[in-house]
């Protein structure tokens, strides 16, 4: 960030300035699971069981290392795996050793419509049964239906979710499409949502695939712009993003629009999920995976965590489009690549999930 602009560096740039190569440096990569169908989202309870989900429908777990070749869960109709849809976002309860909670989003058809919804299911052993709808009949299409959800320090569960390419429905404080949402983990609207009565926590974006807390309690969120221009941002309650009235750094007369922290201007990112590192050489940085730039970015801030004051471009290439990114309680950070969906060049073993390993 130069000026205030994001400035791309080549590998050959950072080494001429004297950075070290962090691949070769500071982390060895390894290869978890692999011949994976799309893989979505992350979260690894406290018994050190990763669970994970595949767009096409599956839940499915890690144990010990071992990729359970039996699902934990299988979607069916009205489930629907297509375009961007299909089985997404997922977070563990924060007391899931005792309660077994799991929160999973999906898409599904009803009435020739498509819809997205958050479900919670409890599982037991390795087997998850007794789906809740806790949110319903957010609009879906074949592209845009964000897609993650975390829980969030205050325990409330956050919701990310796309325009489902019908674009003003971002600026509808009574639609449920490009807004992040807030609510109870029992489906429930908080008393101190910034609209009262509505699980609406933010508006105005067009497709957030990530979100993230810093170790202050700032929440950062990515979201795709129409024509590069994609942004992170970092969200405030009852803040409007602007889309799609204005996309990137633009502004609108009359209009109080958040710019995001940073945003790529001319090139493409399509920046999906997003992990703020708390452990580590890396500590303090937010890594955002990529699926169009093909590159994990590693972005430093100030002491405010409001200012970029770096970004440095990871794994170029290497491994191509890139979905999740996560940090675990151990401080491994996990990647997974989604070379399958249609939109990538598959590398063999597609797709993957990745370690980082210090």
């Known amino acids: 960030m130069i000026n205030g602009r994001f400035i791309r560096l080549s590998e050959e740039d950072y080494n001429q300035l004297g950075i070290l190569n962090f691949w070769n440096s500071s982390f060895q990569i390894q290869t978890i699971a692999e011949n994976l169908r799309i893989p979505w989202a992350i979260d690894i309870s406290e018994d050190g069981r990763l669970f994970f989900t595949e767009r096409s429908g599956n839940l499915r777990v890690i144990e010990n290392g071992i990729l359970n070749p039996v699902p934990v869960y299988t979607f069916n109709s009205p489930f629907v795996s297509t375009g961007e849809g299909g089985l997404m976002g997922l977070t563990l309860d924060r007391d899931f050793l005792s309660n077994g909670y799991i929160y999973l989003m999906y898409t599904y058809q009803e009435n020739g419509g498509f819809y997205n919804r958050v479900v919670r299911m409890h599982i037991q052993g390795n087997t998850a049964f007794g789906e809740e709808i806790i949110l319903d009949q957010i609009p879906a299409g074949q592209f845009h239906n964000g897609g993650r959800i975390k829980i969030g320090p205050d325990g409330y569960l956050y919701i990310t979710t796309g325009d489902a390419g019908e674009r003003y429905l ?30 609406v926590y933010a508006l105005g974006l067009r497709n957030p695939q990530g979100l993230a807390w810093n170790n202050r309690g700032l929440l950062y969120a990515s979201d795709h712009g129409e024509t590069a221009h994609d942004e992170i941002n970092i969200i405030q309650p009852g803040g409007n993003y602007g889309w799609p009235l204005v996309t990137g750094d633009e502004e ?12 790529s201007e001319d090139n493409t990112w399509a920046p999906a999920g997003i992990a703020f590192i708390t452990s580590g050489p890396r500590m303090g940085q937010l890594f955002v995976s990529t699926l169009r730039g093909n590159i994990l970015l590693a972005i430093t801030f100030d002491e405010s965590g409001t200012q970029v004051v770096n970004v440095e471009p990871l794994l170029q290439g290497n491994y191509g489009r890139l979905r999740e990114a996560y940090q675990a309680g151990d401080g491994f950070i996990y990647l997974t690549t989604s070379n399958l969906d249609g939109r990538g060049i598959p590398n063999p073993g597609d797709d993957k999930l990745l370690r980082l390993v210090q």
């Not at 509808?172 to 609209?195: C, E, M, Q, V």
């Not at 958040?258 to 945003?263: L, M, R, T």
């Open 252 to 263: 609108m007369q009359g209009y109080d629009f958040i710019k995001p922290v940073i945003q």
């Open 170 to 199: 971002a600026q509808d404080i009574n639609s449920l499409a490009g807004k992040i949402l807030r609510i109870g983990t029992d489906g429930s609207i908080p008393p101190d949502n910034p609209f009262q009565g509505l699980p």
